[in-house]
């Protein structure tokens, strides 16, 4: 049997289940199938029950809502099976039926919530110290769980006063930028990119937003940061295709006109980026000509870094560092299959020792270890990557996804960064 991908075959990724020969090779990678015996595994929820799947009855049995969705089983997978996309698909279609047959269910009501972090940034950014105050609160947290299965110990990340695009707007700093593009200019050397920072380093994570502007405009680039709104993952992760699309679609409308022009999108955050890249089409169907010019433009920050870095044009005046950090790969990272360019940036920082320490998930998985239901089984699959980063000892540990870093930073103890801040600090733009 063949295992290479046809176009019919990518235009439906339900139809590579009849790739699958049950090897259960993914079954074997499964990082939720050893910690629960809620999950049967990848291949058995996957491409064997989409075989019997009829468009006006979907699967019924619920044990695939506990498929987490990290995509160890697709990488794995040798004959090009796509299976966590027909996973995700599925799901998607039982959340659309327990809708219609519970339609006050609130666990509906939770995965809506947790399907719209960029609605609740710009509620809980203005009132940000009350915000994280109430939400800090036992009593808060507990009432969440008992109403809308939000467990209490699910790592939230802190509200910010100020955004990102604030800060990037700012006069003061854009007058500064503008010294800096026009200087460039004088030495031929600018080249303007555009920075998709999504939700978190939006409304959550400004300081990896800064670091990574630092970083390109440290390097000779303009950094631009059109109009855009959420990916569309959170929702496509909580079973609302609907609302993806229209995320999907408003981003693909705002990007296109950069694309077009070959100007590259470089993300932050490597979950956003696979959904730019790929499962825009892949997962949610939008198979348009605009699409396909956006993904082609598409690069995670790192990757884009190194290939400026093959071609010899980027900046190595890096400082010495003399420290020991642990790293983390996320699973959705290496769903882009572009290697380790993170790591091989890192190396670039003289004393720097970094150590990738080859755990497949943190367990998390974007909004599935929120959910009370599922968060022990989360924090089984993580739990060996956290005493891990204990034991080193290390101070400081590197993960590029953001809900990674939130958990991984809640269950250690130990503070995570984004790679571009660790080399904003090396650079002498930005300190740790």
Request: hydrophobic content about 35%.
């Amino acid at each position: 049997m063949s295992t290479s991908y046809t176009p019919e075959l990518l235009e439906d990724v339900r139809r590579t289940a009849d790739l699958c020969v049950k090897c259960n090779i993914c079954t074997s990678a499964c990082p939720v199938v050893p910690v629960t015996d809620l999950f049967p595994g990848p291949k058995y929820v996957g491409p064997q029950a989409q075989r019997f799947r009829d468009p006006d009855m979907p699967s019924p049995d619920h044990s695939l809502d506990y498929c987490s969705g990290c995509g160890i089983c697709t990488l794995v997978c040798p004959h090009g099976v796509r299976v966590m996309e027909i996973n995700t698909v599925a799901k998607a279609e039982l959340r659309e039926r327990e809708l219609h047959q519970h339609p006050l269910d609130p666990h509906l009501a939770r995965n809506w919530l947790l399907g719209r972090n960029q609605l609740l940034g710009k509620i809980g950014g203005p009132v940000a110290p009350l915000a994280n105050l109430v939400m800090g609160l036992p009593p808060v947290r507990v009432l969440m769980e008992k109403t809308l299965g939000i467990d209490r110990h699910a790592p939230y990340p802190e509200f910010q006063l100020r955004t990102f695009r604030q800060w990037f707007y700012d006069p003061h700093r854009k007058e500064k930028a503008a010294r800096t593009s026009q200087a460039g200019a004088r030495a031929g050397e600018v080249r303007p990119v555009v920075y998709f920072h999504g939700c978190a380093a939006n409304y959550y994570e400004p300081e990896v937003g800064k670091a990574i502007v630092a970083v390109l405009e440290h390097n000779g680039f303009e950094v631009l940061a059109p109009p855009q709104n959420c990916c569309g993952l959170p929702m496509q992760s909580n079973g609302d295709f609907a609302g993806a699309r229209v995320c999907a679609e408003n981003n693909i409308r705002k990007l296109l006109p950069y694309a077009e022009q070959g100007i590259p999108i470089l993300v932050g955050g490597s979950s956003c980026g696979q959904e730019l890249k790929a499962d825009y089409g892949e997962i949610l169907g939008i198979r348009s000509e605009e699409a396909r010019t956006l993904a082609q433009n598409v690069y995670d920050i790192n990757e884009f870094l190194w290939l400026e870095h093959e071609a010899g044009r980027l900046k190595t005046d890096f400082s010495a560092r003399e420290r020991y950090i642990p790293c983390h790969t996320s699973c959705h990272q290496k769903l882009h299959r572009i290697g380790r360019p993170a790591l091989d940036l890192l190396a670039l920082v003289p004393g720097l020792r970094v150590e990738e320490l080859g755990f497949d998930c943190c367990g998390i998985t974007g909004t599935y270890g929120y959910k009370h239901e599922k968060y022990e089984i989360a924090q089984a699959v993580g739990r060996p990557l956290f005493r891990r980063i204990q034991s080193s000892g290390a101070d400081l540990a590197i993960c590029d996804n953001e809900t990674c870093r939130w958990n991984i930073a809640a269950s250690t103890g130990v503070r995570v960064v984004h790679t571009l801040q660790v080399l904003a600090d090396a650079y002498g733009l930005r300190p740790l």
